[in-house]
Nanobody, 120 residues
Framework: VQLQASGGGLVQPGGSLRLSCLASGTILRINVMGWYRQGPGTQRELVATITSGGLTNYADSVKGRFTISRDNAKNTVYLQMNSLKPEDTAVYYC???????????????WGQGTLVTVSS
């Protein structure tokens, strides 16, 4: 299983970006999908998660600005980021809880990270 994140880049404060993360490989079921981030000199932190049924959870710092969604048919999770601030600058990692076979337990997989820089 591989997670491939994309969509990062340089954006001005107040701007928007949309991140995508595609899960590929042998996949039976994807449970929770999410986004985490790690800024300069900080620990990795939760940004948002979404269950297979669409229940979402957000960090307080991004509530009202970021929206997580997923396309179960495409094994893809998205993060729409609006009203971006300099403090949102970080490497963003996607994360998924994936069951590969019916006789295997679900495992957590991480994408490679995509850099988001918010600066004028």
């Amino acid at each position: 299983v591989q997670l491939q994140a994309s969509g990062g880049g340089l954006v001005q404060p107040g701007g928007s970006l949309r991140l995508s993360c595609l899960a590929s490989g042998t996949i039976l079921r994807i449970n929770v999908m999410g986004w985490y981030r790690q800024g300069p000199g900080t620990q990795r932190e939760l940004v948002a998660t979404i269950t297979s049924g669409g229940l979402t959870n957000y960090a307080d710092s991004v509530k009202g600005r970021f929206t997580i969604s997923r396309d179960n048919a495409k094994n893809t999770v998205y993060l729409q980021m609006n009203s971006l601030k300099p403090e949102d600058t970080a490497v963003y990692y996607c994360n998924s809880d994936i069951q590969r076979r019916s006789w295997l337990s679900a495992e957590t997989y991480w994408g490679q990270g995509t850099l988001v820089t918010v600066s004028s």
